[in-house]
């Protein structure tokens, strides 16, 4: 993969100090035009621009003309390196880093838009489009099918619907900011212009102590649509599309891979056009008690211009940005502070607990196999069924509740909890019970407690019809007597006669 790193040579320093195989062009954020020559056959491009000075729907047009995925141009804020030109060499490391990890887009990627504000120098360029990179779902990791509708419930601009046992998304309707991403429990949404594997590749970059030997490094997130910027001595900017998709787990997960302190910055007083503060002030919240009770306050600062302390030795985790990366950060932070994971409540927590009540549950499964991630599972043996449960797997989405036939009953509840036992239990049995197995073919009917209830539901008026449900499994039930299997011999769990 050829990547060419071309910078503005407005406030630029001379391209040796920043490193090899960058170009300096004179006044690029006002001739993009000047892009093809520089980049050369590149298929990728990380450009170093004035911010509010340039038309973003004019480079992205002279990257398509030259075959370049426009939503994978990389752009560095030139201000956030102010003029220490080893702080932009590091800026510069970490644009190369997630263009690298860029996987590329399709049209049904492309959000076109206008811009909002426009300088004076392009004026005469302001009616060219933009194009946002908008999420798409994968078909064959969404759960919808199951009843998961955890991105219909997320989104600020009802772009997502549920329809007929699918979700619908609707891409005019999207602003994209990224909650749907990392609210999806299956990891199904992607935005090809953030993923986590772009995230982290970035983060790396970043935190690689081989540029700027010495310098403990801080990262703070902020929002990719407001005016506020970083450059602050230490402190390191990750724009994103919104700040309310960063998770706690995305906000802290820095700190197992060399930064010594994280912060996320909120459009608080420029206001979040989204109306999505809450959410970024929430997540603030959790961390805030996290990384207290963990006894590493300092580690979580409130802006980025607070002293940066010295990072612990990187802890490995796998997949710390993904979907159910939640408890591995969790414990990753537990082995780098030396302390023991507090318990808390709260609606941020990336990890939960299922609760369920044995003398509700009937095994009958719904509650597993609406589970996104697997944390939840119905396995049946012989002549027994057992309903497990994996915290680490949990990330509190709360799908299995509303799915569950005796919810009223209180047969299963969600918290929202870091709990420290749960996570390291590790996967546990929930409930255990018998199943009932077809007289014919010898598959499973249904579990014991589900038959149970029904025949109580059902009452001695209906026993024929019980009869009938219970002995034969909804495959022979719908076969003439003549075709039914040859009754396989096997012990089977029998519901007791009334």
């Not at 340039?54 to 992205?60: A, T």
């Not at 329809?163 to 609707?170: H, I, K, L, N, T």
């Not at 990719?224 to 599309?241: E, K």
């Not at 607990?353 to 509650?367: F, H, R, W």
Request: charged share 15%.
């Amino acid at each position: 993969m050829n990547v060419a790193v071309i910078l503005c040579g407005r406030p630029a320093p001379p391209a040796a100090a920043i490193g090899p195989g960058v170009t300096i062009v004179p006044d690029l954020c006002a001739h993009p035009g000047d892009i093809a020559e520089a980049a050369g056959g590149a298929d990728r491009l990380v450009l170093g621009m004035c911010a509010g000075e340039y038309s973003l729907g004019r480079i992205q047009a002279e990257a398509r003309r030259h075959g370049i995925d426009a939503l994978g141009v990389e752009l560095i804020q030139l201000e956030d390196a102010g003029a220490d030109p080893g702080r932009l060499a590091v800026l510069v490391a970490a644009g190369v880093a997630r263009a690298r990890a860029f996987t590329g887009s399709d049209p049904g990627h492309a959000k076109v838009a206008f811009p909002r504000e426009v300088s004076r120098r392009n004026l005469v360029g302001a009616l060219r489009p933009e194009y946002r990179s908008a999420p798409r779902i994968a078909a064959d990791l969404c759960a919808a099918g199951a009843g998961c509708r955890a991105c219909v419930g997320a989104c600020p601009r009802h772009a997502y619907r549920w329809a007929g046992g699918r979700v619908e998304f609707d891409r005019a309707a999207c602003e994209p900011c990224g909650v749907c991403v990392t609210t999806c429990p299956a990891g199904a949404i992607t935005n090809p212009a953030m993923t986590p594997a772009q995230l982290e590749a970035q983060l790396w970059a970043l935190l690689d102590p081989r540029t700027a030997p010495g310098e403990a490094r801080g990262i703070a997130y902020l929002c990719a649509r407001g005016d506020r910027a970083v450059s602050a001595s230490g402190w390191y900017p990750v724009r994103v599309p919104c700040t309310a998709m960063v998770t706690a787990t995305w906000l802290l997960a820095p700190l197992l891979l060399g930064a010594g302190s994280v912060a996320l910055l909120p459009c608080a007083a420029s206001g979040c056009p989204l109306g999505l503060d809450d959410i970024s002030l929430a997540t603030l919240d959790f961390a805030g008690e996290l990384v207290r009770g963990l006894g590493v306050a300092g580690r979580l600062a409130t802006a980025p211009g607070e002293p940066v302390p010295e990072p612990w030795t990187p802890v490995p985790v796998d997949d710390p940005f993904g979907p159910v990366g939640g408890a591995a950060v969790l414990a990753g932070l537990t082995t780098a502070a030396a302390a023991t994971l507090p318990t808390l409540d709260h609606e941020r927590s990336p990890v939960g607990v299922v609760a369920i009540d044995p003398s509700a549950c009937t095994l009958c499964g719904a509650c597993a196999a609406a589970c996104p991630t697997g944390a939840l599972e119905l396995t049946i043996e012989d002549v027994a069924a057992e309903l497990s449960f994996g915290a680490a797997r949990c990330t509190g989405c709360g799908q299995c509740v509303p799915r569950c036939p005796e919810l009223r009953a209180g047969a299963i509840g969600l918290h929202r909890r870091v709990d420290a036992g749960a996570l390291a239990t590790g996967r546990t049995s929930v409930l255990r019970g018998p199943v009932v197995r077809c007289a014919s073919c010898g598959g499973p009917v249904a579990s014991g407690p589900l038959l149970d209830l029904l025949r109580d539901r059902l009452g001695p008026q209906h026993r024929a019809t019980f009869g009938a449900i219970s002995s034969r499994c909804t495959s022979c039930r719908r076969l003439p007597a003549s075709q039914e299997p040859a009754a396989r011999s096997t012990s089977r769990a029998a519901i007791p006669p009334e």
